[in-house]
């Protein structure tokens, strides 16, 4: 039987994936209210906010006011994600959130084309050059990025080689500059993956790169998103981001099609179950579960957060039998 | 990597697992429009009803007329679920259904003394007398099922030896009888299955009987179904019970907590994605699905009939770079 890890990190991104997409407004208080909640659980790495546009997305306007917010919690780390330079000062300039650098290329290049109306080698040179911006400023650059490495609605399937090849261009740019990554991240952006096409795209990359630690961000769209994590353990991913309460999508009504991140708490459980740590506190997460449905105010695709934890059911029937 | 399973057969019991817990009533007509609908996607067994006793379960109060109304198609098996010899009875009187006996021992003790007032030595005897029965009458008895075999919210955990040690009861049930299973069913009646005890339970099983083919009967309670689904494929079993859409359980509004089988239309897209025939068309399914739910009149769990498969974007990405 195949090893999994014995510790997975889970990078909570719930707060950030999904106040950008709901559609009602929600107060600063509450998107304050369910990060703080979240900080007591055991996570200790919180993606919050996004410094976009706020014409273009409404629902992080605020993003400096949560950020000032919080009550920072000892041991958790706390990010925002930015998309350019715009957004890249208004992170530094909030002083609280930690600011590291990313190499991120997209695998498809009819994505590129449409999104960034730029082809694959500028894009990779765009990278170089913000990774010297942020060596000038003083940043650290910690992890590398694939958008789109299982597959593309524009392009379709995502040859494993281009893959290879792209983790490759990151690990040149990251040695040119002296930089160990902490690890590469592959995004799963159009919920293409299989478990199947999961353990072939990080088989050759472990292969590949034997040193290199992985990464996986999970969209569920097509339901498979668990079953990709589960594989992605079997080869030995110890790295995950996930969403709680699946925050980020709702594939019910007024949200038909969209779907978030692999649900936090049901992910959690899983591991727990199959004895990989999590440093989680599955209890505490599935009430930060309910408090998000609470939040946005209409059903979110968590799992677990319903049917239960077994927990308690296994303590109960221990007892019984005593 | 694993070798998976070439093809799978899927049982359907969307019908009959849907229609038994919907609150509001569903006319007959519409029930027998979707297994109708169903029995042109390629599916060749659906379970369309279940003759229990319409005061407990009044959404089952009209399965003779369902049978009745439906339009058999050539080469799909229809069958019905009975607890009892009334049910039992009801179903031969149809005429139209596939009548065949089932060995079904339940895993944990607790389950079977709440559900059934029996002790395990009480129900492997009464499976004795069943089978006895079912061949004085000339029906076939050809498949076992252990219920809850991988735990129980009234017992806990439920130890492998223990489902090793009951499937063996039931294949000297069968052997007395000089009967040959076809397969015995393993079901995760209350969802505490995890990939890995799907494997380690599994595989148990094939060491012990290794020309045993098994099935799986999978609720997604907790999000684990498709999942635990690949993990079975990765252990080689080619079976699956599913619902259509998710039927047989909604996580949301005013269905806290329950949830039926995983979803089939979610799960052909997986296995036909990574090169496990089904023998289903998934575009045909995905409109069952959209139709049961509009049948329920609520939103149903199922992922693939919102995110959409994946064969038209691959098509058109194909014809784009053409």
Request: contains cysteine; proline residues 4%.
């Amino acid at each position: 039987m195949t090893q999994l890890p014995s510790r997975v990190h889970i990078l909570e991104e719930g707060p950030r994936e999904g106040f950008q997409i709901e559609k009602g407004p929600i107060s600063t208080a509450r998107k304050i209210e369910l990060i703080d909640a979240l900080s007591h659980t055991g996570l200790t790495h919180i993606q919050i906010v996004s410094f976009v546009d706020p014409r273009r997305v409404p629902g992080m306007a605020d993003a400096e006011e949560v950020v000032r917010g919080i009550a920072p919690a000892p041991g958790v780390t706390y990010t925002g994600l930015w998309l350019n330079e715009r957004g890249f000062e208004r992170a530094i300039a909030t002083g609280v959130l930690d600011i590291r650098g990313t190499i991120v290329v997209g695998a498809s290049d009819a994505f590129l084309k449409r999104n960034q109306n730029r082809d694959m080698a500028e894009q990779i040179a765009s990278q170089r050059t913000l990774v010297q911006r942020y060596r000038e400023l003083g940043y650290p650059v910690t992890r590398g990025g694939v958008m789109a490495a299982f597959g593309c609605n524009y392009e379709g399937d995502v040859a494993v080689s281009r893959v290879v090849s792209l983790v490759g261009e990151i690990l040149a740019i990251a040695n040119e500059n002296e930089i160990k990554l902490e690890y590469v991240s592959l995004a799963d952006t159009m919920a293409w993956a299989t478990p199947l096409s999961i353990k072939r795209v990080v088989g050759a990359l472990q292969d590949a790169y034997p040193d290199l630690p992985l990464s996986l961000h999970l969209h569920d769209t097509r339901g498979l998103g668990i079953a990709n994590a589960y594989a992605g353990l079997e080869m030995g991913v110890a790295r995950y981001d996930a969403a709680v309460a699946g925050l980020g999508g709702c594939p019910f009504a007024g949200h038909a099609g969209a779907a978030g991140n692999v649900c936090t708490e049901d992910l959690v459980f899983m591991c727990e179950e199959m004895g990989v740590d999590t440093g989680i506190d599955l209890e505490a997460l599935i009430a930060c579960a309910k408090l998000a449905e609470d939040i946005v105010g209409h059903p979110l695709p968590g799992a677990v957060m319903r049917g239960g934890a077994l927990s308690k059911l296994r303590a109960a029937a221990a007892s019984g039998r005593r």
